[in-house]
């Protein structure tokens, strides 16, 4: 069964240093989602792509998150510099193309920060 | 805004019960629910969703929910829980004329006694 991909599974690093997360949808997905989950909340959308486009980014915190998909395949998303309160887990999902609204999300088993 | 409300934070049943886990919602335009599980330090998997059509939605694991217009709810619901079903269940919302946006709401943790 195909599956979203998401490296590293577990990240520990120290407060003002970067980080960056990877994930490689299922196949053929165009719509990628990243999404933050603090501990004990619900997922929050950070950024949206639709192929290598930027359709919402309008929850990303721009000054410090930075998240590409220059290929339209697999993402990328990276902090700079890491801030205590960014300690979450980084979940990446995908959507079938022809789905459109009524579909559902395809998520990776998620990237844990810890930062120090 | 769309908003999802789920009320309780933690469900608590024995082993061979019906659970029953609780959802509400607010959008603008025809909504489209879904939910989610969510077990330990794992990623979401999907379980079900209602777009049209059938008020009771039957998805994965025996897991059934009943959209009900009036009352803007979503419950989720199984005839006879097991201790396998102990995880995070997350109720999320997508209405038909704001885009793709997907909003969650905050979980509820289901355990499972047995």
């Known amino acids: 069964e195909a599956e979203v991909a998401q490296s590293p599974r577990y990240k520990i690093t120290e407060k003002s240093q970067a980080v960056a997360f990877w994930c490689d949808p299922i196949s053929g997905h165009a719509t990628l989602y990243w999404y933050r989950q603090i501990l004990g909340q619900g997922p929050e959308l950070l950024v949206q792509f639709q192929d290598e486009s930027v359709v919402d980014d309008s929850q990303l915190p721009k000054d410090r998150f930075s998240a590409e998909r220059l290929k339209g395949v697999d993402s990328t998303l990276k902090i700079q510099p890491a801030e205590l309160g960014d300690s979450a887990m980084y979940l990446c999902a995908s959507r079938a193309p022809a789905s459109g609204n009524t579909g559902e999300l395809f998520f990776g088993e998620g990237s844990r920060l810890t930062v120090l | 805004a769309q908003s999802v409300a789920q009320p309780e934070d933690q469900v608590n049943v024995a082993e061979g019960n019906p659970l029953t886990v609780k959802c509400t919602y607010s959008?603008?335009?025809?909504?489209?629910l879904f939910w989610y599980v969510q077990y330990p330090n794992r990623g979401l998997q999907f379980l079900l969703k209602?777009?049209?059509?059938?008020?009771l939605v039957k998805g994965s694991y025996g897991f059934e929910a009943e959209f009900n217009k009036s009352q803007t709810s979503f419950h989720l619901k199984k005839p006879s829980a097991l201790v396998s079903d102990s995880a995070l269940y997350f109720c999320?919302?997508?209405?038909?004329?704001?885009?793709?946006?997907?909003?969650f709401g905050g979980g509820t943790r289901l355990m499972v006694k047995p």
């Open positions: 209602y777009i049209t059509g059938d008020n």
């Open positions: 959008v603008s335009g025809n909504p489209y």
């Open positions: 999320a919302v997508r209405s038909n004329n704001a885009g793709n946006m997907l909003t």
